[in-house]
Every structure is written in C-alpha cells, then in structure tokens.
C-alpha cells in the first residue's frame, strides 16, 4: 500500500528571495512547504514558541523548527497497515453548500535531520482530523504562502505603553515605562480550511519622544509601587535631562504561528509590527527652599497646595 502524506520542510531548489507566487509553485511540485523560523521550548507553557531571541538593538537570526510535518490521509497511526479507528468514526461535512467533504488525516512529526524519514521516524501529533482540499498537498502550500500577508491583517490588540509616574514626572528621575499587551488567539477560514493563528509579543522598542529610544527588546518592562517612582531604575526606565512634553510611542513586534484543521502549530516567517498611539509625558523640574513648617502644620507654607504662586 503507497503512503499519502504531505511533508513539510524547506525545499533544496527554493531559494529566500523567490516572490510568494514562485514560492508555492515550487512547493507544489516538490510537495513541501517552507516554514523556517527560529523556536524556543517554553517550560511554563508546555509547547515550542518562535523565537527572535537576540541582544542589543537587533533580534539574532534564528534556526528553524527542527521537526517535520505531514497529513497522513490514509490515518495509519498504530503501524504502516493499522487504521485509526477515530478516522472512521471522523465525519468531514462540506463547509459549503458547493463544496467537498473534507478527508480525515492524522498530523505527524519527524526531525528535519532525517532526510528521508521512515515509517517509525513519524511520530503521530494531532488528530485525526479534518482536511478540507481535493489535493491537501496544493492548498496548504497556498495558505503557507499567502499566511503572512493574512497574519499582519489581524485585529490584535498592541495594548498600551504605561508610565510611572503619569502623567507628570520629574527632570532627572527614571520614569518607569512598561508594555500591556501579551499573546492572543484568532480563528479564520483561509482557502475554505479552518485555521487558528496565535500572535506573541516577542520584542518592544520604546520612544521617548526626546530623540532617544530602547529596543528592540525582549523586556516588556512591569508596574512597581509608588514609592519606588523615581528612584528605581528599571530596564525599561528612562531620565528626562529636560522639562518639556514629550510624545513616548510603543512599538511591539509580534511573532506568529498557524495551526490548519487542528494541524500542528507552524511558524510564520516574518512578523507584525504595531505602534501604540502616543502618551504625552510631562516633564517638570524640581525647587528647593528651606521652610519652618510642614504642609501639615501650615498648608499656605511655600511648595504647599494652599501656598500663593510665584
């Protein structure tokens, strides 16, 4: 018995630079789609995430996922002549009035390193599962080639850049800056296929509006208690040497996976990147004076809310 599968890695004869229409014709006729981007097993999470990684004010070039995918519509799971019952029992109904039933497969993984991978290198994932194509090969490598453009025109939320003090701070003192935002889930039909995208903040870069910046990086910065306002320089603080107003911006890049028909998470290669509206930061300086009563004792005392202006 012949095994049907599509295998996903990276073809030999597809060069980076090739446009998006070349790119998923060669992956038609090679049967594989190109899903490099670097990961990173997050103990907390339980599962690989992409990963831009990286120090100073560029993420680093990442590897690829090192593991290999196919569909495997003939849902062997047990053994090259053994049948998943769950396929049987597996209803795939048209998603349209027009359209085709879908075709139940199981979702198998194998390590790029093997170049041909033999039937006890695949190792069963996810599934069984619905595939909605009459040849599954050609339009997962139509979505993987149009995933991108799909991805940068999600609805995701870049949450906001918050300050420490706000909206008033003080020339000299660190002012705290942090990021709110955090990963989220979409579902959408793309080619007729059910597909769930997952965006995850992977670096900030902050504006400050004086001429300078920090970023990109991986630190989203946090909320520390009032009393620790400007005198606990964070990694995401930054000091005024001026007053003035200043318009402090948050961009932050987001990177994403793409899981089809309840398929294993694939990378996308490439990120969306969102910029906050701008908050108005209010510098002011500081005066000293020597005074002979608290505000307390006297509220018209100088530097008091009740004392005249000058």
């Known amino acids: 018995m012949a095994l049907a ?20 014709g060669a992956n038609r006729s090679t049967g594989t ?3 490099g981007s670097g990961w990173k097993f997050d103990a907390t999470k339980g599962k690989s995430l992409p990963n831009l990684g990286g120090s100073g004010t560029a993420p680093a070039t990442a590897s690829e996922d090192p593991n290999q995918y196919m569909a495997d519509t003939h849902c062997r799971a047990d053994g090259p002549d053994t049948k998943d019952p769950g396929c049987d029992a597996l209803d795939c109904p048209a998603t349209t009035p027009a359209g085709e ?12 390193a093997i170049t041909n991978p033999g039937w006890t290198d695949w190792i ?18 139509d979505i993987a080639a149009r995933i991108l453009t799909d ?27 942090y990021a709110t935002t955090g990963e989220q889930g979409f579902d959408v039909t793309i080619l007729g296929q059910a597909v769930h995208l997952t965006a995850t903040p992977a670096n ?17 910065g946090y909320s520390i208690p009032e009393t620790e306002w400007l005198n606990n320089e964070t ?3 930054h000091t005024y040497t001026d007053t003035g107003n200043y318009q402090a911006t948050l961009t932050t890049s987001f990177t994403g ?3 089809v028909n309840n398929g294993p998470p694939l990378p996308i290669n490439g990120t969306l990147d969102i910029t906050t509206p701008a908050k108005t930061i209010h510098v002011w300086k500081t005066e000293k004076a020597l005074v002979a009563d608290t505000c307390q004792e006297n509220p018209n005392s100088w530097g008091c809310p009740g004392a005249e202006s000058r």
């Open 33 to 35: 789609i190109d899903v």
């Open 124 to 141: 069963p994932v996810s599934g069984p599962t619905c595939l909605y194509a009459a040849e599954p090969e050609n339009v997962l490598a």
């Open 235 to 237: 990694r995401t603080s």
């Open 151 to 177: 991805f940068r025109q999600l609805p995701v939320n870049p949450g906001s850049l918050e300050a420490q003090p706000f909206p008033h701070t003080l020339k000299g003192g660190p002012t705290n800056f």
């Open 5 to 24: 599968c599509l295998v996903i890695g990276m073809p030999a004869n597809v060069s980076p630079m090739e446009s998006p229409s070349d790119w998923a």
């Open 204 to 220: 900030y870069t902050y504006t400050f509006g004086d001429g300078t910046a920090l970023g990109p990086t991986p630190a989203a």
């Open 257 to 259: 996976t793409y899981s």
């Open 101 to 112: 039933v879908g075709t139940p497969v199981i979702w198998k993984e194998a390590p790029k």
